[in-house]
Structure formats: C-alpha cells, structure tokens
Nanobody, 121 residues
Framework: QVQLVESGGGLVQAGGSLRLSCAAS????????MGWYRQAPGKQRELVAT???????NYADLAKGRFTISRDNAKNTVYLQMNSLKPEDTADYYC???????????????WGQGTQVTVSS
C-alpha cells in the first residue's frame, strides 16, 4: 500500500510564491520518476515538471523560469517551488511517482489526491 500526500497549496496573490510538497509512504522498494501535474477547471491534466532519482529534471514550458522541482530521496519527498505565480496557474496540483513495491512486480505510477492552488489577480 502506497500513499502520496501533497501539502502546501493555498491562496496567493499574483507575483507570489508557494512551495508544494509530496511525501510517499508505504511499502516502497524504490521510487523512480516523481513529478507534478496540474488540472484547471474544465481543462485536461497537464505536466508541470518531473525529476528522476538522480536529479535530472524536465519542465513544461509553463514552468520554465518560474518553477523548480526538487526531491529528497531519503524522505521519499518531491517539492515544487513556484515563483512569480499568475492567475492562470490556478489549478489542482497533483503529485505522481513511479514506485516499485515488489521484487516481482513492475513499477506502478501512483497519484496523490491533489492540492488546490489559487492565484488571485
């Protein structure tokens, strides 16, 4: 059983910052790629950023120059530092992780429950 629990969302004014956290817990052998996605009302879920276990990162254009993804492997935690927030960043932000829980089963992509970010103009 694996859980991803996000925290750090909230209401912020345009130009402000937020730091999201996502901690994985449960029977975990290893965690490969971890990432953040977001879904605004009426829109499809979209990639924000991902990071591999060795620290390689990938950002969607919407995040480049404003958001920074990082992780603490010892804590099974991934972070998303969001700066210069805009009203269009308003969305539910979801954490995802590719986690191996068994020596005989392939890794599986788990999702958190989401944390709401609202940016006021």
């Amino acid at each position: 059983q694996v859980q991803l629990v996000e925290s750090g969302g909230g209401l912020v004014q345009a130009g402000g910052s937020l730091r999201l956290s996502c901690a994985a817990s449960g029977t975990i052998i290893s965690i490969n790629t971890m990432g953040w996605y977001r879904q605004a009302p009426g829109k499809q879920r979209e990639l924000v950023a991902t990071t591999t276990r060795n620290g390689n990162t990938n950002y969607a254009d919407l995040a480049k120059g404003r958001f920074t993804i990082s992780r603490d492997n010892a804590k099974n935690t991934v972070y998303l530092q969001m700066n210069s927030l805009k009203p269009e960043d308003t969305a539910d932000y979801y954490c995802s992780a590719l986690i191996t829980t068994s020596w005989i089963e392939p890794a599986y992509q788990y999702w958190g429950q989401g944390t709401q970010v609202t940016v006021s103009s």
